[in-house]
């Protein structure tokens, strides 16, 4: 198994942070040492030295005497960022569906609002009807709150006040201070839960991932009758998402086989 990233960072950070290396190591021939790469990628050493490590582990990099090199570098194509949209596809959300047992929802933070790029088609687990706006009611989904959590204050500000918190629910959360004072006791890179604040019937949680500058998150829902197995839900959906979001962005396509010689 991968180690798991340094307590603090969101799942896509760590990836991110690792196809930095990748690509530094690139320019630099295919090779080069740990501080090398650090001061190329402004990484704090000890978080270089951790990537490395896992990238060795997964094959991608192995040391040599120079301290570290791509393991195959005429076969390896770095990989380069892909749109926030296009990391979970709808297939992978309806997978994740079954096997979870819940409603999958992926969201990004884009231009200002919340969008829903991907939900579940799982007719034994159906999605919360969306009898609020969803991107205009972030405040009381986990959804929307793994997204807000992410933002800059002045980001989130202006967010909630083109879309005050009112509350929605006997249970949501509301009003600008309950909301900055929620999001702030939130360990970052830890699922966000929300009991019933969207809408009665249903829990949800939410993992935060960043790609790139953009906030995004994975969710899921359950009726509340399966309230009892909202968290365990949610570390499971945290793992998966982890190991298929690194097989995604980690894939080694083969470059073109090079001419024969003359």
């Not at 991608?60 to 005429?74: M, T």
């Not at 702030?184 to 249903?202: D, F, H, N, V």
């Amino acid at each position: 198994m991968p180690e798991r990233p340094p307590s603090g960072q969101t799942l896509i950070q760590s990836v991110q942070r690792a196809v930095h290396l990748l690509r530094a190591l690139n320019h630099r021939g295919g090779s080069a040492s740990a501080k090398q790469l650090a001061r190329d990628t402004d990484l704090p050493l000890p978080t270089a030295y951790h990537l490395l490590r896992t990238l060795c582990h997964e094959g991608l990099v192995r040391k040599d005497r120079h301290g570290y090199a791509l393991a195959d570098p005429a076969g390896l194509a770095v990989p380069q960022p892909s749109p926030p949209e296009g990391l979970p596809t709808q297939e992978w959300a309806d997978s994740l569906s079954v096997e979870l047992d819940a409603a999958v929802y992926f969201v990004i933070y884009r231009e200002g609002e919340i969008r829903v790029t991907a939900v579940s088609r799982n007719p034994d687990c159906p999605p919360v009807t969306e009898w609020a706006e969803f991107g205009l009611t972030g405040h009381a989904h986990a959804a929307g709150q793994a997204l807000l959590a992410q933002l800059g204050d002045e980001e989130r500000a202006d967010h909630l006040d083109r879309h005050p918190a009112t509350p929605l629910t006997r249970h949501t959360v509301a009003g600008r201070t309950a909301i900055e004072r929620r999001l702030a006791s939130q360990r970052r890179g830890t699922p966000l839960l929300e009991y019933e604040e969207y809408a009665l019937g249903s829990v949800c949680a939410a993992v935060p991932i960043t790609v790139g500058s953009s906030a995004a998150a994975l969710a899921v829902s359950l009726p509340s009758a399966r309230t009892a197995d909202l968290k365990q839900v949610a570390r499971r959906l945290q793992d998966r998402a982890e190991s298929v979001l690194l097989d995604r962005t980690f894939a080694i396509v083969p470059r073109a086989p090079r001419p024969p010689e003359p």
